[in-house]
C-alpha cells in the first residue's frame, strides 16, 4: 500500500476542458507539495500547502489542503496543451520526500 | 547554469557490470536526495544525505548499491554486478531548507541488457 495514492492515473481531456486530480492518504502530514515532470526531465515543484483547508492558485492551477491535512486535489481550468505531463504529489514522512504514483495528462490540441 | 546536473544522463550496459552516477547539487544545498522512478511511477526514494551524512537509506536498496557525498558536494552513486530490473531512471535533488522544495536534476536513465 503507498502512502499516497494518486487518482485518476491517466487523463485525456480537450484543451479548453477543467479537470480535478487528486491526492489521498490515511496519514497526517505537516504539509504537501504538488511538482509537474515533463518527459526526459526531473519533477519541478509547482506548490506547497502547509494550512489545513488551504488553498492557492498559480494561474489556471487551483490546488488545495484537505481540512484534516490527509488529501489534496488540484484543479486546473481551461486546460491547454501545455499542461501535459506527469503531476505528482509529495510529503515529507520521516527524513526524506514520498511521492505519490501520479497523475499523468495529456491535454489535446 | 547553477541547477543540479547528473552525469551521464543516459547509460547502456550489460548485465553484472558495475555503474557509477555523479550528481552536483545547487552549491548552497546541504542536503541531497537520490530517487529511482520507473516508467509510469512516481520517484522511489533510495537515500539521502545531509552534507557528507548519509542519513537515511531504503529497505529497498540491495546491498548492490551504495552512494557517497565525499566533503559533502558532489554525490555518486554506484551500482555493481546490475540487473534488469535496475534499469530506471535515477534522480537527484537536493534542497537547502528542512521540509523544503526539491531541486532535481534532469535524471541518468539506465538501461540494463
Known amino acids: 500500500t503507498q502512502l499516497l495514492e494518486q487518482s485518476p492515473q491517466f487523463l485525456s481531456i480537450q484543451e479548453g476542458e477543467n479537470l480535478t486530480v487528486y491526492c489521498n492518504s490515511s496519514s497526517v502530514f505537516s504539509s504537501l507539495q504538488w511538482y509537474r515532470q515533463e518527459p526526459g526531465e526531473g519533477p519541478v515543484l509547482l506548490v506547497t500547502v502547509v494550512t489545513g483547508g488551504e488553498v492557492k492558485k498559480l494561474k489556471r492551477l487551483t490546488f488545495q489542503f484537505g481540512d484534516a491535512r490527509k488529501d489534496s486535489s488540484l484543479h486546473i481550468t481551461a486546460a491547454q496543451p501545455g499542461d501535459t505531463g506527469l503531476y505528482l504529489c509529495a510529503a515529507f514522512y520521516g527524513q526524506n520526500f514520498v511521492f505519490g504514483p501520479g497523475t499523468r495528462l495529456s491535454a489535446l490540441p | 547554469d547553477t541547477g543540479v546536473s547528473q552525469d551521464p544522463r543516459h547509460k547502456i550496459t550489460k548485465r553484472g557490470q558495475n555503474v557509477t552516477f555523479r550528481c552536483d547539487p545547487i552549491?548552497?544545498?546541504?542536503?541531497l536526495y537520490w530517487y529511482r522512478q520507473t516508467l509510469g511511477q512516481g520517484p522511489e526514494f533510495l537515500t539521502y544525505f545531509q552534507n557528507e551524512a548519509q542519513l537515511e537509506k531504503s529497505r529497498l536498496l540491495s546491498d548492490r548499491f551504495s552512494a557517497e557525498r565525499p566533503k559533502g558536494s558532489f554525490s555518486t552513486l554506484e551500482i555493481q554486478r546490475t540487473e534488469q530490473g535496475d534499469s530506471a531512471m535515477y534522480l537527484c535533488a537536493s534542497s537547502g531548507d528542512f521540509l523544503g522544495e526539491l531541486f532535481f536534476g534532469e535524471g541518468s536513465r539506465l538501461t540494463v541488457l
Open positions: 552549491s548552497e544545498h546541504n542536503r
